[in-house]
């Protein structure tokens, strides 16, 4: 017995009305460019981070940023800095390859700086203001004529001590004003270089601790700092309490009045929202401790950022860090979350196609011999004409290879019974042709 060779899957796939297998067509090709958006809109494995003085809070902080994220998957690149004024230009080089920057509060605005974010608040950076105990002044006019250490240009420090000093008549025309980074300054101190430095940097910093300790130099008591602060609103006031330092050797030996800006950290605005969460995580695990300026859970914080806050960190300082975050490394909640987002017009387009799809599959199978029933009616229409013996014979023809084509396709078995309905009816308008041969055979026979 012989058997049929079965027909090519893509011809059959192909085979018939557009309309068919089209919808599937462009479903497919819209799965396509979805993973194509899925895998490029995966977060960056690797953040570039513009911090400061490499002896300096914000680099130290940096560094535990880093040992943060490195257990989660991201990769964070440290770029050490002049300070502030330089991280937010390299933030709007699009070339500098800089993501995210620590930023002094008070040092930029969004008008001068289009296109960053803020994300947080991180800590009081108080102002220290150190002179050498031989110098006597009692206010910051007092400085007139002294030689002052402002801190590396491009710095926080520099620009706060040059508002300071300005609003106080001290200025480059009356005074020696050198730009230096924390080390020389605490040199020039050390050796009688320099009567006085400004050193912005956080209560742990163990330079400014040393100094504190040091018996040629003292902190200068800011007597006027809420003057300060009302005239420059970046400003804030602080006290250092007696002995805070040191309460066995009673370091410092006076409530000291300083003035402080806020450390903020600032970033472009197409950066990872993602990435946002889990840099505020590392800041949390970073900031959230009291030190001598802040008290716990202060910072990080919405508050006395310059710039536009990103939508991901009200949502962060809103309700926390997302579900997933809380139980999971990093990459792999966000892989989750991708995966959901991915699954989300999937589930909805199954809705609908749970309807379409099994009334349109019932209609496509019975569609392939349905088909052959056109065929069948117009043989059988014309077989009702008065037709010449070789039109009925070729038309007996037609209908043997029809049924040849019916045998050779294959259905369901649920839709077996059709198939075999369309073989009945083959074989009765075949019955009637041959009746209607065999009479005009007997006609010509009796004439």
Do not use: C
């Not at 203001?129 to 006597?136: C, E, L, P, S, Y």
Request: charged share 25%.
């Amino acid at each position: 017995m012989s058997q049929t060779k079965p027909e090519n899957p893509l011809r059959r796939l192909f085979r018939g009305k557009p309309q068919l297998w089209l919808p599937g067509l462009l479903l497919v090709l819209f799965l396509v460019a979805l993973s194509i958006y899925f895998v490029r809109s995966a977060p960056p494995g690797r953040i570039v981070i513009a911090s400061g003085d490499p002896n300096g809070a914000y680099t130290a902080f940096a560094r535990k940023y880093r040992d943060y994220m490195k257990p989660q998957g991201v990769e964070l690149v440290i770029r050490e800095t002049h300070g502030s004024v330089e991280n937010l230009k390299l933030l709007t080089d699009p070339d500098s390859g800089v993501d995210l920057a620590f930023v002094q509060s008070g040092i930029g605005t969004p008008e001068d700086y289009p296109g960053l974010i803020g994300i947080a608040s991180l800590y009081h950076e108080p102002l220290w203001i150190f002179k050498r105990r031989a110098v006597k002044i009692s206010l910051l006019r007092d400085l007139r004529g002294a030689r002052i250490g402002l801190g590396p240009q491009g710095s926080g420090s520099y620009q706060a001590a040059l508002t300071l000093l300005r609003d106080n008549g001290v200025d480059e025309t009356n005074s020696r004003l050198s730009p230096e980074d924390m080390a020389g300054q605490i040199q020039g101190l050390r050796s009688g270089r320099l009567d006085a430095a400004f050193i912005i940097s956080a209560g742990s910093s163990e330079a400014v601790r040393r100094l504190l300790a040091e018996p040629g130099v003292e902190l200068f008591d800011v007597k006027r700092a809420e003057a300060y602060t009302r005239r420059q609103p970046v400003l804030g006031q602080v006290i250092l309490p007696r002995g805070a330092i040191d309460p066995a050797r009673d370091i410092p030996d006076e409530d000291k009045h300083m003035v402080s800006p806020v450390a903020t950290l600032v970033a472009r605005k197409d950066f990872n929202p993602a990435l946002i969460s889990l840099v505020l995580q590392a800041a949390s695990d970073a900031h959230a401790h009291p030190n001598l300026f802040d008290r716990p859970g202060d910072f990080p914080s919405a508050r006395y950022v310059d710039f536009p806050l990103a939508k991901r960190s009200k949502r962060y300082f809103k309700n926390g860090p997302p579900f997933l975050q809380r139980y999971l490394p990093f990459w792999a909640a966000t892989l989750i979350d991708r995966l959901v987002l991915l699954a989300l017009p999937l589930v909805t387009l199954l809705f609908p196609l749970a309807k379409v799809v099994p009334p349109l599959y019932r209609w496509r199978v019975r569609s392939r011999i349905y088909s052959w029933y056109e065929q069948l009616l117009e043989i059988e229409s014309n077989a009702e004409k008065n037709l010449p013996a070789g039109d009925i014979a070729a038309y007996l023809q037609e209908l043997d290879e029809m049924e040849d084509e019916v045998n050779a396709i294959s259905v369901p078995l649920s839709y077996a019974d059709n198939k075999y309905n369309l073989r009945v009816h083959i074989e009765l308008v075949r019955k009637r042709l041959v009746e209607k041969l065999q009479r005009l055979i007997e006609q010509r026979a009796s004439s």
